[in-house]
C-alpha cells in the first residue's frame, strides 16, 4: 500500500484551514480524511475558535471514528463526529450562526471487501479502477447555484445549509444526511484520490487536464507535484480563476490500495 499526503496554504501568512489525515489500522484497509475549512467573511461569526480549531477537531474525530468502528456507517461517523466537534464549543460560542466554522469533507475507507465514501460539498473524492477508468464522485449542489445567488455574502448565507442551497459539516448531526455516500467492491478500486478544492481546480478550474490526467499526476509525481502545478497556473495573469481566491489551501492525498 502506499499513501501520499500533501498540503499548503494558500497564503503563508495565514493558517492553513485545511485537514488531511490518512490511517491504517491494526485491523487492516484504510482511511483518508480530508477537510477544507470554510473562509468566513469579515464579521461576526459567533465562535471564538476560529476554522483551523474546528478542521482539526472535525478531522481528528474522523479518523478516530472511521478507522475504530468498522460497523458504523460513514454518514453517522460524521453525525457523531460534528456532535462531539460542536460539544467542545457549545458552552462558549454561538453555534446557530450562520457563519460558524464549518467545512467540506472526504473520507474513504477501505478493507479486503469494500471501499466507502462519503462526500460533502465541493471538495473530490477519484476512484480508479484496474483497467485505469477514472470515476470522480461529486457533490455538485454549490455548482448548481447560479452564480449571481452567490454574488454577496448575505445572499450566500441565505443558502448556507439550507433547502434548495448547499450544505457543509458545521454543528448539525443532520447534515450527514445531505452527503454523498457509496460503496464499491474493494476488486473494483486500484486507487483513491482525495482533493480540497484549492487542488482540484488543476482538472475543475483550469482544465490542464480531466480527473484521469489529474490522478496519473499524483501517481507518477506525486501530492505535492500537483498543489505546486496548481501554483503555476495560479501565478499566470492569462488564466482565469473563476469563483474564490487567487491562492486557496490546497490539498491532495492517494493512496494505491
Request: net charge negative.
Amino acid at each position: 500500500m502506499r499513501i501520499d499526503l500533501s498540503s499548503a496554504p494558500g497564503d503563508p501568512e495565514r493558517p492553513n484551514e485545511d485537514w488531511l489525515s490518512a490511517a491504517i489500522p491494526a485491523s487492516g484497509g484504510g482511511v483518508l480524511v480530508a477537510l477544507d475549512g470554510v473562509t468566513p467573511p469579515p464579521g461576526e461569526v459567533g465562535c471564538v475558535h476560529g476554522v483551523p480549531w474546528f478542521a482539526a477537531r472535525l478531522g481528528g474525530r474522523l479518523t478516530e471514528l472511521s478507522g475504530s468502528r468498522r460497523d458504523m456507517p460513514l454518514d453517522r461517523v460524521l453525525a457523531e463526529s460534528i456532535a462531539a466537534t460542536a460539544d467542545a464549543h457549545r458552552e462558549t460560542c454561538d453555534l446557530s450562526h450562520v457563519r460558524t466554522p464549518q467545512a467540506t469533507v472526504v473520507i474513504v475507507r477501505w478493507d479486503e471487501s469494500c471501499v466507502e465514501h462519503l462526500v460533502l460539498s465541493d471538495s473530490v473524492l477519484l476512484l480508479q479502477a484496474p483497467g485505469g477508468e477514472v470515476r470522480a464522485v461529486l457533490d455538485d449542489r454549490l455548482d448548481r447555484i447560479p452564480r449571481e445567488q452567490l454574488r454577496t455574502n448575505a445572499s450566500a448565507d441565505l443558502l448556507r445549509n439550507a433547502e434548495g442551497g448547499f450544505f457543509t459539516a458545521a454543528a448539525d448531526p443532520a447534515v450527514a444526511a445531505r452527503a454523498v455516500t457509496g460503496r464499491t467492491p474493494r476488486a473494483e478500486v486500484r486507487a483513491v484520490a482525495a482533493l480540497t478544492d484549492g487542488a482540484s481546480r488543476w482538472t475543475d478550474t483550469f482544465g490542464e487536464g480531466d480527473w484521469a490526467e489529474c490522478l496519473a499526476v499524483l501517481r507518477k509525481e506525486g501530492a505535492q507535484s500537483l498543489i505546486d502545478r496548481v501554483r503555476t497556473l495560479e501565478t499566470d495573469p492569462a488564466r482565469q480563476h473563476g469563483r474564490g481566491k487567487r491562492h486557496d489551501d490546497a490539498s491532495a492525498a492517494y493512496a494505491e490500495l
